[in-house]
């Protein structure tokens, strides 16, 4: 069993920055794949961002690249997400999941897919207001 963890969603202003955190636990000596997807409501969860174990590969949706920074810790099970220039559009609950039997992050189909995670968080909200 994996244990993921959110943190540091908030409400904040159009063009402001925040930076979400997740900690993936439970399962000794692995190292896992993470991705952040997000829900707003009455819409569908969405790919935001993934970064294979390794760190040396990361994928982004369209819609925020360039924006939006994924990267993790040197402990490995930790990522964040640090998000710039916030639009009330990126409203939404914010999870982390991290990918333990699956399969790798060899593309940007495989990192964008729900199926891919298998232990996901609660999810923190991040509210950006115009």
């Known amino acids: 069993q994996v244990q993921v963890v959110e943190s540091g969603g908030g409400l904040v202003q159009a063009g402001s920055s925040l930076r979400l955190s997740c900690a993936a636990s439970?399962?000794?000596?692995?190292?896992?794949?993470m991705g952040w997807f997000r829900q707003a409501p009455g819409k569908e969860r969405e790919f935001v961002a993934a970064?294979?174990?390794?760190?040396?590969?990361?994928y982004y949706a369209d819609s925020n690249k360039g924006r939006f920074t994924i990267s993790r810790s040197g402990s490995k099970n930790t990522v964040y997400l640090q998000m710039n220039s916030l639009k009330p559009e990126d409203t939404a609950v914010y999870y982390c999941?991290?990918?333990?039997?699956?399969?790798?992050?060899?593309?940007?189909?495989?990192?964008?897919?729900?199926?891919?995670?298998?232990?996901w968080g609660q999810g923190t909200q991040v509210t950006v207001t115009s």
């Open positions: 439970g399962r000794t000596g692995g190292t896992y794949s």
């Open positions: 970064i294979t174990w390794s760190g040396d590969n990361t």
């Open positions: 999941a991290a990918a333990v039997f699956g399969p790798a992050l060899r593309n940007s189909v495989i990192a964008g897919t729900l199926s891919t995670y298998d232990y």
